[in-house]
């Protein structure tokens, strides 16, 4: 079945760094692309989205590019800020079903330090 | 307010007691879905609404647990005869309607089975 891999956390970083969270992902079909963010004590929240090759998502600062030939989708930002401080979920979707039937990685927790 | 809400925000049962929650979702919103976390994973699909047709249910959702969505609008999931490995952490999400909407999520019932 379709599956999200990404990179185990935490990432700790100091603010005005440059982030990259790695994410690949194994869909049969053609998914769209998705990262959330939760940051603490709220629910979850649609941070960028791709929905074909090529694709780039973009929102605050973050950037992903929808790499087919890799199956990859990785989160970056070129200068971190103490309030990113969250956890941050890849997800797929296959359009396929007709509905948001996402499948997410298991999180990658970042830390940014003042 | 007028994100997704849940209730309550924290359960803690015995095992072998029923449970439900609640999800009232962003009104207007047709679609609405279930997801659960456990402890270091990402979330999991559950079940999925069209108003009030529960038209996906995940091979997670055992014969133990039941969801309805009465006349479209707030959602329940009922777990009976809890066991331990329950303990997760419960998420509904609406949206709209459309391919590639943003899914909006509430923040969750956390349930603990003693």
């Known amino acids: 079945g379709d599956s999200v891999t990404q990179m185990e956390g935490p990432v700790t970083l100091s603010e005005e760094a440059f982030l990259t969270i790695n994410c690949t992902y194994t869909?049969?079909?053609?998914?769209?692309l998705f990262w959330y963010v939760q940051y603490p004590g709220e629910g979850l929240q649609l941070l960028l989205k791709a929905t074909k090759a090529d694709d780039k998502g973009s929102n605050k600062g973050f950037e992903a590019t929808y790499r087919k030939e890799t199956t990859s989708f990785h989160l970056e930002k070129g200068s971190v800020q103490v309030s990113d401080s969250a956890v941050y979920f890849c997800a797929l979707s296959d359009l396929g079903t007709g509905f948001q039937k996402l499948v997410f990685g298991t999180g990658t927790r970042l830390l940014v330090s003042p | 307010d007028t994100g997704v809400s849940q209730d309550p925000r924290h359960k803690i049962t015995k095992r072998g007691q029923n449970v439900t929650f609640r999800c009232d979702p962003i009104?207007?919103?047709?679609?609405l879905y279930w997801y659960r976390q456990t402890l270091g994973q990402g979330p999991e699909f559950l079940t999925y609404?069209?108003?009030?047709?529960?038209?996906?249910k995940s091979r997670l959702l055992s014969d133990r647990f039941s969801a309805e969505r009465p006349k479209g609008s707030f959602s329940t999931l009922e777990i009976q005869r809890t066991e331990q490995g329950d303990s997760a952490m419960y998420l509904c999400?609406?949206?709209?309607?459309?391919?590639?909407?943003?899914?909006?999520f509430g923040s969750g019932t956390q349930l603990s089975v003693l």
């Open positions: 609404f069209q108003n009030e047709a529960q038209l996906e």
């Open positions: 999400a609406s949206s709209p309607g459309q391919i590639n909407e943003k899914l909006f």
């Open positions: 009104s207007e919103h047709n679609r």
């Open positions: 869909a049969t079909g053609y998914p769209s």
